[in-house]
């Protein structure tokens, strides 16, 4: 047993071919991580700041926290929305859905 472990530790005759390997996998490892996860979030953050970049007054709108309401008025990274009867302020990076609403059937 002891024997066949020392075999396997012990480097074969062909160094360059196991370094061309060991190469290979790393790159393609990094392509795996790159294309299940570096490029889906960049494709989603470029999507969300044209969303947010096309937002105007009368849009209806979702927070991150939940909150549903119309803008009212658009400042620099601040935006006004107008919520049952209240008025709040929301940052611009904490909308996370623009559009219709579906109101609940009754």
């Known amino acids: 047993m002891n024997t066949l472990l020392a075999s396997l530790m012990t480097p074969a005759g062909g160094g360059s071919g196991q370094l061309g390997i060991l190469l290979f996998q ?7 991580f790159y294309f299940l996860l570096i490029r889906p979030q960049s494709v989603a953050r ?18 991150a926290g939940g909150i549903i309401g119309k803008v009212k008025d658009i400042k620099e ?22 559009g219709e609403i579906l109101s609940p059937t009754a």
Request: glycine residues 10%; positive net charge; without cysteine.
């Open 46 to 63: 470029k999507k969300h700041a044209g969303l947010l970049s096309s937002l105007k007054k009368g849009d209806e709108i979702t927070t």
């Open 26 to 32: 790393f790159g393609a490892i990094i392509l795996i």
């Open 77 to 98: 990274d601040r935006i006004t929305i107008e919520s049952g009867t209240s008025t709040l302020v929301v940052e611009r990076g904490r909308i996370v859905r623009v």
